[in-house]
């Protein structure tokens, strides 16, 4: 009976272990039982939740995921697509870069670039502005700056 509780909650290959969880938790919860219990109902009810247990148990799994890639991946790396723009954002000084990747790229608001760097809101959006500013005088493609925004 308590197999066929297992069986039909978890299909037949994760059924032996629940079944054999279920007696090892009746083992040590048996002392305790009242003696006017029904035996076969709270043996059914360990059963249920011990499949349940294992239910849970294959949710947070590891899933494969297969082979890793040959070589690196190089999309969305800035030196890739723009070496020039990356030079350029690279050379700011680095209150001015990180309010600029956070606020233009990263797409956060200025208290939240405050919280993160330390300091206020308005330092950082004088630093995104800057950093923009700098960005502007010295990429040459600074037409495609104000397009990232």
């Not at 239910?55 to 082979?67: I, T």
């Not at 040959?70 to 690279?90: I, V």
Request: overall charge positive; glycine content about 8%; hydrophobic content about 45%.
């Amino acid at each position: 009976m308590v197999f066929r509780v297992c069986r039909a909650v978890l299909g037949q290959a994760d059924a032996e272990d629940a079944w054999s969880e279920t007696f090892l938790a009746a083992l040590k919860a048996y002392p305790k039982l009242p003696a006017d219990a029904n035996v076969e109902a709270w043996l059914v009810t360990i059963a249920h939740r011990k499949a349940i247990d294992v239910r849970r148990a294959e949710v947070r799994r590891a899933v494969v995921a297969g082979e890793p890639p040959d070589r690196p991946s190089t999309t969305g790396r800035p030196e890739d697509w723009d070496g020039d723009l990356w030079a350029a954002l690279g050379s700011l000084p680095d209150r001015q870069r990180t309010a600029v990747a956070y606020h233009y790229l990263g797409g956060l608001p200025y208290q939240e670039i405050a919280a993160i760097t330390g300091g206020t809101a308005d330092a950082a959006r004088r630093a995104a502005a800057d950093g923009i500013r700098k960005l502007r005088s010295v990429y040459p493609g600074s037409d495609r700056v104000r397009a990232v925004r």
